[in-house]
Structures are given as structure tokens and as C-alpha cells.
């Protein structure tokens, strides 16, 4: 009968044991080197395809930005012509009214005033005809001022080119000269507006 010797059997095992556990732990540190190596790898990757992507991004924002930035230059060289070219048809149109007052007020026929009023009237349709092909690029202020001035000062010259009678006509000009008043505040608030608007276009807040 065979003598067995449990002491050996156990240091052997043990040893079998450790021999085990170093390869496990020999395997173990292998994968997690690889799987490190690739983990790193991968995030180099993608913060190499993110960076690419950003810098796309960058420069698609640019350009779009410079598009709209030209864009609203453009728009804002209109408005500043728009602004321009109704402040001076605003002075012209308070020329013109002080001309027709003068003529309304001068001691000569009904006929007379009418013709002169006629040569006025014919500025003001081209004014008008200015102000509604870049009525566009003005702010509903404006507008809405300009509307109310043309009341008092085109209206009246436009009218009188009418065939109506002549008393109605006299009266008509009666009731002109005593609504300048009236004429002469709409006109100062219109050219306030545009004034503001224009430093507004400029930067200028003062």
C-alpha cells in the first residue's frame, strides 16, 4: 500500500496554486496594457476627429458670420441713403411750403396761386414717388411722420389741381395758411427722427 504523503500533496497544489495565480495575473496586467494602449489610442482618435470637426464648425460660423455682417452692411449703407435722401426732399418740402405760403398769401388772382401751386405739386409727386421706392429700409416712425407731414403740405397742392369751384378753392387755401402751425411741428418731428435714426447708423447716441 501506497503511502501518501498529504503534507507534499499540499505544497504541491500550493505550488500549482501560485504558479496559476501568476499567470492569471501575468494575463490580467497583458489585457489591461493592450486594452490601455487601445483605450488611449481611441481617444486620441476621437479627439483628433473632434478637433477636425470643431475647426469645420469654426469655419462655417465664420463665413457665416462675414456673410451676414455683409448682409447688414449692405442694408444699413440703404438706410443711411434712404435717411439721406429723404432728409434732403424734407428740406426741399419746407422750401416748397413756404414758397406756396408765400404765393397764398401774395395779392394776386385765384388763378395765379392755382398755377403756382400746380409747379409746386409737381415736385412733391416726384418727393413722393422717392419716398415709397425706399419706404422699405424706413422705420414705421418715420413713415407714419412723413405721412402726416405730406397731409399739410402735399395734399393741399395736389388738391387744388382739381377741378373744383373756385370758392371751394379759396376757402382751401384759407384753411392751408391756418394750418401751418400744424405743418411747421410735424415737420421738426419728422427731421428729429431722421436725425436719430441716421447717429443711430452711425453709433452715435448723442
Known sequence: MMNIDLNEIIKFLGGIALVLAAIGWLVR????????????AYKEKLNSQTQVKMEQLKSELSIAAQTQQIKFSRLHEKQAEAIET??????RSDQL???????????CTLNEKIE????????????NARFHSFRLYLS???????????????????KLMDE????EKEKFIQEYLSNVKGMT??????????????????????
Open 97 to 107: 411750403s413756404k414758397l406756396m405760403i408765400g404765393n397764398f398769401a401774395m395779392d
Open 140 to 158: 414705421e416712425n418715420v413713415c407714419n411722420l412723413f405721412m402726416s407731414y405730406r397731409l399739410f403740405a402735399f395734399e393741399p397742392a395736389m
Open 29 to 40: 496586467s497583458l489585457i489591461s496594457h493592450f486594452l490601455s494602449k487601445d483605450i488611449e
Open 86 to 91: 429723404l432728409y434732403k426732399d424734407v428740406e
Open 164 to 167: 373744383i369751384p373756385n370758392m
Open 116 to 127: 403756382g401751386a400746380e409747379k409746386i405739386a409737381e415736385e412733391y409727386l416726384k418727393i
Open 185 to 206: 411741428a410735424v415737420l421738426e418731428q419728422l427731421k428729429s427722427a431722421l436725425e436719430t435714426e441716421f447717429r443711430y447708423l452711425l453709433g452715435v447716441t448723442r
